[in-house]
Each structure stands twice: as C-alpha cells, then as structure tokens.
C-alpha cells in the first residue's frame, strides 16, 4: 500500500513494473497485445484476469436505505436475486457463493423518520452513524473476498454502500480503478451537500475531502491500509445531475468526467475506449464497476429514488458493461439503487431485470 502511493511519482516503466508486481498479474496483457495487433480477440466466454480460476463470483447483499430518506432501496437484493440473478451468473461458469443479505442491525431507536423529516440543514448529514456502521461490515466482508481474488459483487442499497465496497476493493486490490456509472456525481462533502444525504457523499469519503474520514461513523476509514483513492483512479459515466460543490470538486481536482453531454457528442463506443484508455492506459489493473441504476433513463429504469431525465439509453447501458467484461479487468462492481416499491406502471421488472442484465453483461455474458 506504500508502494502505490509512491509509485505514482516514478517513471511509467518503473510504476509499470511495481503494478505488475504487487498484483501478480500474467505478463502478457491483452491490452498490450490490442495496440500492437488491433482489437483483441473475443472469447466465447469472457473472463477476468483477476480472478482465479476456478472462477468465483461473491454476491454480498447490502441492504441499506439509510443514506437516502426513501424505504424500499434495502430491498433491492431481494428482489435481483428473484429475478434470478444466481442461475444467470451459473449459466454463465460461474461458481456462486451467495452470502446473502449483510445484517446492518442497529436500527432500533434510531428514529429514521424524524431524521429525514426535519429540512435539509447545510453542513449537516443524516444518519451518519448508521450508514458509517454498515459500511464497516461490508468493507470488512468485501476486503476479505477481495485478498481471495474472487470476483466481488455488491448489490444495494442506497449507494451510500459504496464506501464500503470501495474501501474493501481497494484494501483487497490496491491498484483499483474505479468507473462511477450514475446521473450524479457523489462527491458531496459534509460542507457541500445540500440535501445531507449520504448516497450523495460516497466519492468525498473515499477521497478523504474536507477530511470526511474523521466523520462520526467513518473513522474505521482511517487506517493506512485501505488506501485513499486518487482522482486520476476515477472516471465518470452518464452525469446529468450535480450540484454547485461537486461540480467544484470535480474541476480542481481534474476528474475524468464523461456527462451524458459528451455521450452525445461521441456515442457510447467512443466514450467507452476512452473511459478504459484513461485509467487502464497501456497497463491492466483491477476495476471496480459502480453502477447507479439511475443512471439509466427512466424510461427503461423508472424503479429508483432520484430519476433523472435524460439518462443513458437501453443500449448504452448495457454497452457500458459489455466493454468493462471485455476489458478483462473486471473485479469488483456494485448494482445500486433499485428501489422495487416505487412501483409504477410496470416499473418493477422492467429496473429489476435492468439490473439482473447489466451484471451478467458486465460479468462476461456476450451476445455472441
Ligand atoms: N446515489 C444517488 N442517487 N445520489 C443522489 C445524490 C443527489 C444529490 N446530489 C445529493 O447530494 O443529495
Ligand atoms: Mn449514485
Ligand atoms: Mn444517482
């Protein structure tokens, strides 16, 4: 972990060679052979190189609504794995160990409703402590499956569960990069967030801005081993939705951002080989794939708490997927903000299976 923060400042070979090293990874890269000999061929089934076979996916339930004031989001896993999310993932080679839905406990006497009811006092957030003691599990279990070289996945919950599986996938793979796909943008601080919601919060602590970290609930994320994720390790996907502090932080520390502007302007393909261009380059490292639903239009993904209009086609999304299977680089990825009981006229099956598709697609279930 010491190594990688110094390694940013040695020369590319150099930094080259300590990646290799510390995450063990084949010495013919794919990404490598790509540039030399055009696009790299497609397997019939796609695979990560940073799991080891036999291949294992980790299905942790994080059944959390605690970051944003809408119930329903904590049932999110429940419903994905009745739409048959496991059979898929089987279907598709892979070993399945599903752990089921994490016990976040901690509940009782914590007045949620009057925690949310009150306005949305500037400069303070809702339900810290609850959201801050989630976070703890899950980073603890998703760390644990992380150092077991498994693929990791996380289904929300709010996105506030982020923070953990972020924190875990970069404890477990230090050299993570992380692909934000969400109409927002989550980088509030505790001084900019207008809402106090902690969904909106998640990148502020993973980055340690405005020293989150040493908020009450966060200090576990405090400790030198799960390392601060850097703004070069970060890229955005499909935002159309943020608010006056995020767009500052994401302009001073020069935050790779694809809004749903330049999605236009380019077309996904494009979008997409640069979004791996900018984190991967020429090297490969882990990624982890962070997948708001609301990202989708709501068109396709009506199902959510904040809709936003505009989003990212049926295709698109599923596109989005596809190139990070194919990237091989797939580690680590959560499926957030599927909020089954906002049912509208359909809305359920349509986001739910949504999101049973965007995971097998981004697990490597090609069309073809
Ligand atoms: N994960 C999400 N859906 N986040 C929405 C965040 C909305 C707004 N930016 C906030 O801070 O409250
Ligand atoms: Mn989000
Ligand atoms: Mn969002």
Sequence with gaps: MVLRGRSETLMPQVQHFLTRRISARPILSWRLLATVS??????ATLFSRYVVEPRKVTIVGAPLADGQPLLGVDRGPTFIRKRGLVQRLERDAWRVEDLGDLDFEMRSG???QEDFAEGAA??????AKMVGHANRILYEVTHEHARQDKLVLTLGGDHSIGVGSVAGALKGRPETA???VDAHADIN???TSESG??????????????????????HWLNDESIPVLLPTRLVYVGLRDLDKGEKAFIRSLGIKAYTMHEVDKFGIGKIMEMVLDHIL????????????????DPLYAPSTG??????????????????????GCLASMDLVEVNPTLTMAGGDERTVDMAVGLISSATGNSIL
């Design 38 to 43: 055009g696009p790299r061929p497609l397997p």
């Design 122 to 127: 500037h400069g303070s957030t809702k339900r």
């Design 306 to 327: 904040t809709r936003v209009a505009g989003g990212l086609s049926y295709r698109e999304a599923y596109y989005i997927c596809e190139e990070v299977a194919h990237s």
């Design 189 to 191: 601080s505790r001084n």
């Design 110 to 112: 914590l007045g949620r």
């Design 281 to 296: 380059g020429r090297t490969d490292r882990p990624l982890h794939l962070s997948f708001d639903i609301d990202a989708v």
């Design 178 to 180: 992380i692909i934000w």
């Design 197 to 218: 919601h902690l969904h909106g919060m998640v990148l502020s602590f993973l980055m340690n801005l405005d020293n989150s970290r040493n908020m009450k609930g966060f």
